[in-house]
């Protein structure tokens, strides 16, 4: 059996277009024709499609997450195509919109399966507490019926405490605006480098009391909302 009748086989036996479009497109480098090549054009074209995302009015939060997991999952498995510069720049545009789309959602208000979506797997530790562990910066949600009221972020050890320090601000920040779904600098300690001791200071984003805690300059604690410990 000639290399592009295998592809061929290949093809029919795919269930997702990718799949089809890679097999479609060897078997025309193996031999072309016009079944071969039509079969790429409309992989091709399914693929581009499924890379477009629109919001849908009254869609649950939930069911959108899901639909830009699935197109971020399709990125990632394009990855980049030097053969094709239009799909290799429609997936890097997708996984853009992906990205600001779930930066968007809030932890504050989310149920713990919007949660499960933005920040992966939970520990129950129970008393309506859920532990995202995310490397060396943990966030606790703190879960009153049901939904996200408050957001606890912290290093994950002691050794591990600064979440201000080059290791540590990315993530931090990141869990920060995640939390209210819009961009949010971690807060800057105000008492200047000559600070030892323990401290803590409030402000509000929009109606959400934040408070930091410091140890010096390290900013070793973050509390969104209604948060505890």
């Known amino acids: ?21 890679n097999a479609a497109r060897r078997a025309v480098s193996y031999a072309t024709s016009a079944v071969r090549e039509q079969r790429v054009n409309t992989a091709r074209r399914n693929v581009l499609a499924s890379l477009s995302y629109r919001p849908n009015q009254g869609e649950p939060v939930l ?112 869990l920060l605006s995640q939390s209210l779904g819009s961009e949010v600098p971690i807060p800057v300690q105000t008492g200047g480098s000559s600070m030892r001791k323990s401290m803590s200071a409030s402000s509000r984003i929009g109606n959400v009391l934040m408070v930091a805690r410091w140890n010096g300059t390290a900013l070793i604690e973050l509390r969104i909302g209604e948060a505890r410990p």
């Open 1 to 21: 059996m000639s290399f592009a009748l295998t592809q061929d086989q290949a093809f029919e036996g795919c269930a997702a277009d990718i799949c089809r479009l």
């Open 63 to 174: 069911e959108r997450l899901k639909r830009l997991r699935s197109i971020q999952a399709t990125v990632s498995e394009l990855g980049d195509r030097e053969e094709d510069n239009e799909l290799t720049a429609q997936a890097r545009a997708a996984n853009e919109t992906v990205r600001t789309e779930r930066e968007h959602v809030p932890l504050l208000g989310a149920d713990a399966a919007v949660l499960g979506e933005l920040l992966g797997v939970a520990t129950d530790l129970g008393a309506g507490i859920l532990k995202f562990e995310g490397g060396t910066v943990w966030l606790y949600a703190n879960m009153r019926n049901g939904k996200c009221v408050g957001t606890y972020i912290v290093g994950s050890s002691r050794e591990q405490r600064n979440l201000n320090d080059t290791v540590r601000s990315g993530i931090t920040a990141r």
